[in-house]
């Protein structure tokens, strides 16, 4: 009767090495560097619009394609504006201690936003169904120690549904 309430420590460490044997593996990330010939605070203003190898079998050529160029478009009507008052800001900035420089810094947070939310309805209307996810990210170049933006498109894990709880 006394071994009716004890706890033996082999059920847990079963348990944990069940845990241990379902990892799932999970592809590195895809990047996507800018491909343009102007940079603003490191977005760059276009992406590459060239099909990865990573994708094929997992989402089609034309919905990838269709999706960096809405990206690019977003880019080509934001980015020339954000240039200019650069250029204006360069200009005034001793005159001004560099506050003439906050409107291209406003600007290029709202081009991010816009960025991230065009990512946000691409996720949630296509890309979380066939298992990825794409963001928008900073990461540093490979030549330099400078900071770029890069479309990250990311792998999500498939959830074991039939592996007990």
Request: charged share 20%.
């Amino acid at each position: 009767m006394a071994d009716f309430d004890a706890i033996y420590e082999e059920e847990i460490i079963d348990e944990n090495l069940e845990d241990q044997m379902h990892v799932t593996l999970v592809p590195e990330p895809i990047v996507i560097r800018g491909a343009g010939n102007m940079t603003v605070f490191g977005l760059s203003n276009r992406f590459n619009s060239e099909f990865p190898s990573g994708l094929v079998s997992r989402v089609a050529p034309e919905e990838f394609k269709a999706t960096i160029s809405r990206i690019n478009a977003v880019l080509k009507k934001t980015l020339p504006m954000n240039v200019k008052w650069l250029f204006c800001g360069c200009i005034c900035c001793c005159c001004t201690l560099g506050c003439s420089l906050w409107p291209v810094i406003c600007l290029s947070k709202r081009t991010q936003n816009t960025l991230d939310k065009l990512l946000e309805w691409e996720n949630s209307h296509l890309y979380q169904k066939l298992g990825l996810f794409w963001r928008l990210t900073k990461q540093q170049c490979d030549s330099n120690s400078m900071m770029e933006y890069v479309l990250l498109i990311e792998f999500i894990p498939k959830i074991p549904i039939y592996r007990p709880d």
